[in-house]
């Protein structure tokens, strides 16, 4: 399995921006999809933003369309999650995920995802 570090949480006052990263190491992350997901404490894990191995198919969940942002560098073996217009709700544990599959895979069901990191937290303040 590929191994995953997130960076980049934070405290942020709300209409702030954070960018998050997440570094891939141990397997080829061009062979992965990479996806967000997010938990706050009494929820469930809920899906955020994932891209596709060729970076071109992207899909985001309803409540970070507009303000979030998913890429990848396949270079740096690193995804990204920019956050714009944070929200006090936006307020969550972070985590990365990854998995293999065809060139356009992008799912967004956490079931789908073999690979977590360990998480990253966002804390938001209104």
């Known amino acids: 399995q590929v191994q995953l570090v997130e960076s980049g949480g934070g405290l942020v006052q709300a209409g702030g921006s954070l960018r998050l990263s997440c570094t891939a190491s141990?397997?080829?992350?061009?062979?992965?999809?990479m996806g967000w997901f997010r938990q706050a404490p009494g929820t469930e894990r809920e899906f955020v933003a994932v891209?596709?191995?060729?970076?071109?198919?992207?899909s985001y969940g309803d409540s970070v369309k507009g303000r979030f942002t998913i890429s990848r560098d396949n270079a740096k073996n690193t995804a990204y999650l920019q956050m714009n217009s944070l929200k006090p709700e936006d307020t969550a544990v972070y985590y990365c995920?990854?998995?293999?599959?065809?060139?356009?895979?992008?799912?967004?069901?956490?079931?789908?995802?073999?690979?977590w990191g360990q998480g990253t937290q966002v804390t938001v303040s209104s």
């Open positions: 141990g397997r080829t992350f061009s062979n992965y999809a």
């Open positions: 891209i596709a191995r060729s970076g071109g198919v992207t």
């Open positions: 995920a990854a998995v293999s599959g065809s060139y356009y895979y992008a799912p967004t069901d956490a079931d789908a995802f073999g690979s």
